[in-house]
């Protein structure tokens, strides 16, 4: 069965911190891979995405994810975290033929001032 | 702004009641899905349409669960004697048919069953 497992359910950071936030996924065929991120009482924004090319992708806000294909991992990474970065962060597989996003459970990010 | 918009934002009603959301894509969204998500979850599959068919159900989605997009446009969920269980947020998402499959999501509906 398709899966996607998120490693941190939370996450408490400094400012000037660096982040990782770790994604794996379980999905035999060619996939789209995605991190949204959720602020307080807004709606889900895509931060980046993965379809092809360069396995290192560049997001929105300074954030960047790397794709292995070897071992079905998509995480998360920012090198300096601010206060406004406090989220939940989810990581998502599109797969199959409609393109439905299959979700890990999220990771609920604070950033203390 | 993704220009997905869905109503109403917060919806409380009484077991047994039905209710019905409407989510409401830009023009260009050719593909339109549902989701559903619980507090401390990811969001869940529901449905999804390409124009007006609807082309894929989850097996979450009961009898009393029922999806339309008449148009190929604006899309309506309508729950039928609803349940505790039935409260979420049920979010809508629009896209474009593309190598990207970019999906862009309204700010949900928040279902209270009491």
């Known amino acids: 069965a398709q899966s996607v497992s998120q490693h941190n359910h939370h996450v408490i950071l400094s400012e000037a911190a660096s982040l990782e936030l770790g994604c794996n996924y379980s999905?035999?065929?060619?996939?789209?891979l995605f991190w949204y991120v959720q602020y307080p009482g807004q709606h889900l924004q895509l931060l980046l995405k993965?379809?092809?090319?360069d396995p290192l992708v560049k997001g929105i806000k300074g954030f960047e994810a790397e794709f292995i294909k070897s071992k079905f991992s998509f995480n998360l990474r920012k090198p300096s975290v601010q206060w406004s970065d406090t989220a939940e962060y989810f990581c998502?597989?599109?797969?199959?033929?409609?393109?439905?996003?299959?979700w890990g459970l999220g990771t609920s990010l604070a950033v203390n001032p | 702004d993704t220009g997905v918009s869905q109503n109403p934002r917060h919806k409380i009603t009484k077991r047994g009641q039905n209710v019905t959301f409407r989510c409401d894509p830009i023009?260009?969204?050719?593909?339109l899905y549902w989701y559903r998500q619980t507090l401390g979850q990811g969001p869940e599959f529901l449905t999804y349409?390409?124009?007006?068919?609807?082309?894929?159900k989850s097996r979450l989605l009961s009898d009393r669960f029922s999806a339309e997009r008449p148009k190929g446009s604006f899309s309506t969920l309508e729950i039928q004697r609803t349940e505790q269980g039935d409260s979420a947020m049920y979010l809508c998402?629009?896209?474009?048919?593309?190598?990207?499959?970019?999906?862009?999501f309204g700010p949900g509906t928040r279902l209270t069953v009491l």
């Open positions: 999905y035999g065929g060619t996939v789209n």
């Open positions: 023009s260009e969204h050719n593909r």
């Open positions: 349409f390409q124009n007006e068919a609807q082309l894929e």
């Open positions: 993965y379809f092809s090319g």
């Open positions: 998402a629009g896209g474009r048919i593309s190598s990207t499959d970019t999906q862009y």
């Open positions: 998502a597989v599109g797969a199959g033929n409609n393109r439905k996003l299959i």
